[in-house]
């Protein structure tokens, strides 16, 4: 089983959309996959997909519940949401850091369990930035997909993001290009950053219309889907 966390520097990147459309991707491609919502800051998942939940990631990392109780089917694909309402996320901003080692614990867990079960990919929606809680997604996982907006990219934080986490966690990581308009940038960011940039998904005002649907799905011909598409035979292939 591989397990991908979606992350990146700052919001707004689309980081969220590829996760859900990467999740589709995979299954369409015969992998048994999972989408765990582990943005804790700002869960939008049972917005953006229109689904409901009895149990949340945060019953499963916080209170020790069984990853099963926590997903929910959706074309083909499971996925466990995020609690959206203002208690939980105050109440995951309050924990003690000496409890994020607990956290982690109940996530490698909960991967096992998964991995137990048959399912080939596990794809983390992380909050952006560098919580703590950003960090245990990142060090539960095999591989980062790094998103970034190639009409809005901080070099100088994102590489400072790169040393303090990826690095020193010893990670795998591939940038993907969001939102782009225009080619020439790629050789660039790979030199600064010295990450490979593993895909270019073109910028497309359609893209925001879609919530409530899976974009890929629904728009299977369209330039992005064909991207996302791309990506995910990329990731299969690199085993």
Known sequence: MKTLAIHSYKGGTGKTFLAINLAAQLVELGKETVLLELDFDAPSLKTTLGIEAEKWTNDVLIRGVNIEEALVSINNFKVALSNPSIEEINKVASLRKTEYMRVLGRLLRALKKLEREGI???IIDTSPGVS???INSIAAS???LLVMREDDIDISGTKN?????????GKEVYIVLNRVLRKENKEKIERE?????ISEIRCS???PLWKGKIFSIENRDHPVSVGIREL????????
């Not at 995910?232 to 085993?239: H, M, N, R």
């Open 161 to 169: 993001m790169i040393e303090g986490i990826y690095d020193v966690l």
């Open 120 to 122: 080939d990919y596990v």
């Open 193 to 197: 950053l010295n990450i490979e940039v």
């Open 142 to 144: 095999d591989v980062v």
């Open 205 to 207: 005002c359609d893209v």
């Open 132 to 134: 703590l809680m950003t």
């Open 232 to 239: 995910s035979e990329k990731l299969i292939s690199l085993g």
